[in-house]
């Protein structure tokens, strides 16, 4: 009977243990592709946000510069195993989007080519 018991709580304590990103593995590899498409695609973003030639250019560049931030910090905590700054995250997306929203709205027009 106490064997079967502390077979149980071996099982309890095991299951919340941390995934430990130096074993490896499939999962490991999947974010590391991931943090290298986020870090390319920032770059890419801030040139954007540098040069762009209009307002509404770098207006754009700015908030998908703050949704790969976010995306990045989402990868970051899939990899640690950690949910509890998901619901920080997404009320920065929202008011990031809500942000965007005034800005062009605030915004004068600009003539066409």
Do not use: W, Y
């Not at 943090?35 to 207006?59: C, E, V």
């Not at 949910?83 to 965007?100: P, Q, R």
Request: positive net charge.
């Amino acid at each position: 009977m106490s064997s079967a018991r502390s077979a149980n709580q071996r099982r309890v304590s095991n299951s919340n243990e941390k995934p430990d990103p130096k074993k490896g593995g499939a999962m490991t590899t999947v974010l590391a592709i991931t943090d290298g498409l986020l870090a390319t695609a920032g770059l890419l973003i801030l040139i954007r946000l540098l040069r762009g030639p209009t307002i509404h250019d770098r207006l754009v560049a700015l908030d998908t510069f703050v949704t790969i931030v976010i995306s990045g910090m989402l990868v970051e905590s899939a990899r640690r195993g950690e949910s509890a700054n998901i619901i920080v995250l997404i009320v920065v997306a929202l008011v990031g989007f809500l942000s965007t929203l005034s800005a062009v709205r605030l915004m004068p027009d600009e003539e066409l080519p």
